[in-house]
Nanobody, 125 residues
Framework: QVQLVEAGGGLVQAGGSLRLSCVAS????????MGWFRQAPGKEREFVAA????????DFADSVKGRFTISRDNTKNTVYLQMNSLKPEDTAVYYC??????????????????WGQGTQVTVSS
């Protein structure tokens, strides 16, 4: 059974930074794409970033491009989301996700099968 456990959320002022982490277990980590999504109150869950199996390819939503980076450590079964220059509109629950792809599967949530429980990120103005 695949399990994803996120950590690193919290309260930060606008302009600040946070680093989220997600530890995966239950299947080989290093051959699958990992993604991050977020969901703000009253809104749909939206794509944030993804990284392919070896970290050689990444994708970002336009709203976070240039501010967020995604990386992975396959020796630790962990994917990271470094969030800089945070804005109040980044406030959301952030979810780690993975599926059955090794490459970048596109930004729809339906391409991802397994999800973490989420971690809250709140950015104050």
């Amino acid at each position: 059974q695949v399990q994803l456990v996120e950590a690193g959320g919290g309260l930060v002022q606008a302009g600040g930074s946070l680093r989220l982490s997600c530890v995966a277990s239950g299947r080989p980590f290093s051959i699958y794409t990992m993604g991050w999504f977020r969901q703000a109150p009253g809104k749909e869950r939206e794509f944030v970033a993804a990284i392919n199996w070896d970290g050689g390819s990444t994708d970002f939503a336009d709203s976070v491009k240039g501010r967020f980076t995604i990386s992975r450590d396959n020796t630790k079964n962990t994917v990271y989301l470094q969030m800089n220059s945070l804005k109040p509109e980044d406030t959301a629950v952030y979810y780690c996700a993975t599926g059955m792809h090794s490459g970048l599967p596109g930004r729809t949530r339906h391409n991802y099968t397994y999800w973490g429980q989420g971690t809250q990120v709140t950015v104050s103005s």
